[in-house]
């Protein structure tokens, strides 16, 4: 769209030029270097004329080589103009492609009024093209055409002055001004020769501009060999999806570049620029697959800030993955190759490219250099995908490689080196080894119970500290609960006063001789309230007893002989409330046997299993003490788990359980650290080495 601005009215300034007319003379530096063809044509001007002539012809220049951009080049080129001649107005046209004569600036009455209107636009427009097909200047009065075979005339009062510019002969825009009808010709000439001379400046400009423009074309077309190279040099598909993401954010200058491979069900994450790895479980990038597949079903590019409304099918985990990354700008390309035909009809999505700005919105530059940088990377996916579904594929490169690395060495190396690979694998394979499994655990006494508390309560009284031995029954904690002594007293005073009550009515009973009516009646009523306050004493005495067995059960006992293990229980405990089922203290009796508490890894239960169902089930273990390290005891199993518990420290594991004699044990602390050893039996000393890795590979070709 055309920019518009108010210029004033043309003013005296005018009268510059109106000398033009009156004298004449041959003076070849009033344009200087702008434009050396104009001689013996040029007006008479006075000195001070032509100082300004050449300082405004000089700011021109000086603003074409600062280079600038050019919506602003053009304004600032046509405001100086029409400021300097006081012009009604301006306007800059350009040729993009053929054909195609575009308005880039319009100030003045050329922006507004009837000037700007569809038919004065209209006339404007073919007279600039006449002009520029030509390349010839013209200046068209109101009601002349601007040439004979042009039948349409100036629909305007305003004097119109059309000169072209060119670009290494090449027909490259049209610089139009407005002004004051009535000119003389001599006027309209020096206006034109004038605007030829600032034509030269706009040409000199399109030509560094256009200059700028190939070196950085050059540039890129670089860089993008560059990464076609890189891309092409691998054909496994995950490094190549590496590379696309590495190379790609070098090229396209944005924060983060992804690379999603299509699947059955969707489109599946390969790659992250900057990283080596990432967890496939990711919130992050499993609301990225979700998007792309959404995205990448309509086969076209997804920008987001976008242009228009989006269809409701992404517009939702769009959202979602704005709210997750906290991006501000997005793009998702289709990585499409065409068939074996060429159709681009039958072109087929082999993936999806992924670019992400944190700090600003995908703006055109980086959408016109994505293009290029989408359709190298879909041949080297495609290629990828291709040869990674060829039937040992895989396998075929690496013997490739390795019958290319066969021709350039000498076979006697390589037999040697075969020689010993054959030495090294009949060793692994027959020589008998002890095969274990490892196990970590803890040493504990067999006779250990932790002691809870029975109901919400405060801790009142610590009977038992640390280190203290207890018997059986051993009372060790009392605690305090201020709700249930409220209640106890409070059905103690209500007893009491039925109990008092109970005695005067009883009293009054026996003083009452029943001789009249009226006795015999209160006689009466002191037996139904007697047999009242005997149900009402019965009652509070039951719910006396209960909150005394309530209040002794508050009372905390120790279920065995044994010793206090909680550390520090004076201060842990010191008047401290305590809900119903918290652990309180831990008491173990360290005199009596102990025992091996040891986590058997998941993966390991196999090798466990066997060995178990080979002999009676007690294996022996070899186990190290973390307080004493140098010294290997022994134990022998005696229960497995059923089932597996999840250990924050080990992950997945099977508890079990092994018995020893306590008499070796130096030193007894109870929760001692153990690394264990489980003896399974003897393997080949290769499994023994690798069955780690023996396991994962047969893991890989089964799933």
């Given at each position: 769209m055309a920019q518009t601005v108010d210029v004033p009215a043309i003013n005296c300034r005018s009268a510059v030029l109106e000398n033009a007319e009156k004298h004449y003379f041959k003076r070849s530096t009033i344009l200087r270097d702008v434009h050396p063809e104009v001689r013996t044509s040029a007006p008479l001007m006075d000195d001070a004329t032509l100082q300004e002539i050449d300082r405004l012809l000089d700011g021109l220049a000086s603003l074409a080589k600062q280079r600038p951009d050019r919506g602003i080049f053009y304004r600032s080129f046509v405001d100086r103009v029409v400021a300097w001649v006081h012009f009604s107005g301006g306007a800059l046209w350009r040729r993009r492609d053929p054909g195609d004569l575009h308005l880039e600036v319009a100030l003045g009455c050329c922006a507004q009024g009837e000037i700007a209107g569809s038919q004065a636009a209209a006339w404007r427009q073919a007279c600039a093209a006449w002009v520029l097909d030509r390349q010839t200047a013209r200046a068209v009065g109101p009601g002349s055409a601007v040439a004979p075979e042009q039948p349409s005339p100036n629909p305007t009062n305003e004097l119109f002055l059309y000169v072209p510019w060119a670009v290494d002969d090449l027909a490259a825009g049209v610089l139009e001004m407005a002004a004051r009808a009535g000119a003389s010709p001599g006027l309209q000439d020096g206006y034109l020769r004038f605007l030829e001379a600032a034509c030269e400046i706009m040409a000199d400009y399109e030509r560094r501009a256009l200059l700028g423009e190939l070196r950085r074309f050059h540039h890129h077309g670089a860089r993008l060999d560059e990464f076609s190279r890189r891309i092409h040099a691998s054909l496994d598909l995950e490094p190549v999806a590496y590379a696309i993401a590495n190379e790609g954010l070098r090229i396209l200058g944005c924060d983060r570049v992804s690379v999603l491979v299509r699947r059955r069900r969707g489109y599946q994450a390969l790659a992250f620029s900057g990283a080596e790895s990432f967890s496939r479980r990711s919130n992050t990038v499993r609301l990225l697959e979700r998007l792309a597949t959404a995205a990448l079903a309509a086969g076209e590019p997804l920008w987001y800030p976008a242009d228009g409304n989006l269809a409701p099918q992404i517009e939702s985990p769009l959202e979602d993955y704005l709210d997750e990354s906290h991006v501000r700008g997005l793009g998702i390309?289709?990585?499409?190759?065409?068939?074996?035909?060429?159709?681009?009809?039958?072109?087929?999505?082999?993936?999806?490219?992924?670019?992400?700005?944190?700090?600003?919105?995908?703006?055109?530059?980086?959408?016109?250099?994505?293009?290029?940088?989408?359709?190298?990377?879909?041949?080297?996916?495609?290629?990828?995908?291709?040869?990674?579904?060829?039937?040992?594929?895989?396998?075929?490169?690496?013997?490739?490689?390795?019958?290319?690395?066969?021709?350039?060495?000498?076979?006697?190396?390589?037999?040697?080196?075969?020689?010993?690979?054959?030495?090294?694998?009949?060793?692994?394979?027959?020589?008998?080894?002890?095969?274990?499994?490892?196990?970590?655990?803890?040493?504990?006494?067999?006779?250990?119970?932790?002691?809870?508390?029975?109901?919400?309560?405060?801790?009142?009284?610590?009977?038992?500290?640390?280190?203290?031995?207890?018997?059986?029954?051993?009372?060790?904690?009392?605690?305090?609960?201020?709700?249930?002594?409220?209640?106890?007293?409070?059905?103690?005073?209500?007893?009491?006063?039925?109990?008092?009550?109970?005695?005067?009515?009883?009293?009054?009973?026996?003083?009452?001789?029943?001789?009249?009516?009226?006795?015999?009646?209160?006689?009466?009523?002191?037996?139904?309230?007697?047999?009242?306050?005997?149900?009402?004493?019965?009652?509070?005495?039951?719910?006396?007893?209960?909150?005394?067995?309530?209040?002794?059960?508050?009372?905390?006992?120790?279920?065995?002989?044994?010793?206090?293990?909680?550390?520090?229980?004076?201060?842990?405990?010191?008047?401290?409330?305590?809900?119903?089922?918290?652990?309180?203290?831990?008491?173990?009796?360290?005199?009596?046997?102990?025992?091996?508490?040891?986590?058997?890894?998941?993966?390991?239960m196999r090798h466990l299993a066997e060995a178990r169902a080979r002999g009676d089930g007690r294996l022996d273990v070899s186990f190290a003490l973390a307080t004493n390290p140098g010294r290997v005891l022994r134990a022998r199993l005696d229960r497995v788990g059923e089932r597996t518990e999840v250990s924050e420290l080990d992950g997945a594991v099977v508890l079990a359980t092994a018995a020893l004699d306590a008499g070796e044990i130096p030193e007894r602390v109870p929760g001692a650290t153990v690394v264990a050893r489980i003896h399974c039996g003897t393997r080949s000393l290769g499994y023994v080495w690798l069955h780690d890795l023996i396991d994962a590979v047969r893991t890989w070709i089964l799933f």
């Open positions: 390309l289709p990585l499409c190759v065409e068939d074996a035909d060429g159709s681009p009809a039958e072109r087929k999505i082999v993936g999806g490219l992924v670019v992400e700005r944190f700090f600003g919105p995908a703006d055109e530059g980086l959408r016109a250099a994505c293009a290029p940088v989408a359709a190298h990377s879909a041949l080297a996916i495609h290629n990828a995908l291709a040869v990674e579904r060829l039937p040992f594929g895989r396998l075929q490169r690496r013997l490739g490689a390795a019958a290319a690395a066969w021709r350039g060495r000498r076979l006697a190396g390589w037999a040697a080196g075969v020689a010993a690979v054959a030495a090294l694998v009949a060793v692994l394979a027959w020589t008998p080894a002890d095969f274990s499994v490892e196990a970590r655990g803890e040493l504990q006494p067999l006779a250990i119970r932790d002691l809870f508390a029975p109901d919400d309560g405060v801790a009142a009284e610590l009977l038992a500290p640390t280190g203290t031995r207890v018997a059986a029954n051993q009372v060790v904690l009392v605690l305090r609960k201020p709700s249930l002594e409220l209640e106890l007293k409070r059905v103690w005073g209500e007893l009491q006063t039925a109990r008092k009550r109970l005695a005067a009515v009883e009293s009054e009973q026996l003083l009452n001789r029943r001789e009249d009516e009226a006795q015999r009646k209160r006689y009466t009523e002191l037996t139904a309230q007697q047999e009242e306050l005997r149900a009402l004493v019965a009652s509070l005495q039951a719910q006396h007893e209960i909150l005394k067995r309530q209040e002794s059960e508050l009372q905390v006992r120790s279920p065995i002989a044994g010793e206090v293990l909680t550390w520090d229980a004076e201060q842990l405990l010191a008047a401290r409330p305590v809900a119903r089922g918290q652990a309180l203290l831990t008491v173990a009796d360290l005199s009596g046997p102990w025992r091996l508490e040891l986590r058997v890894p998941e993966r390991r």
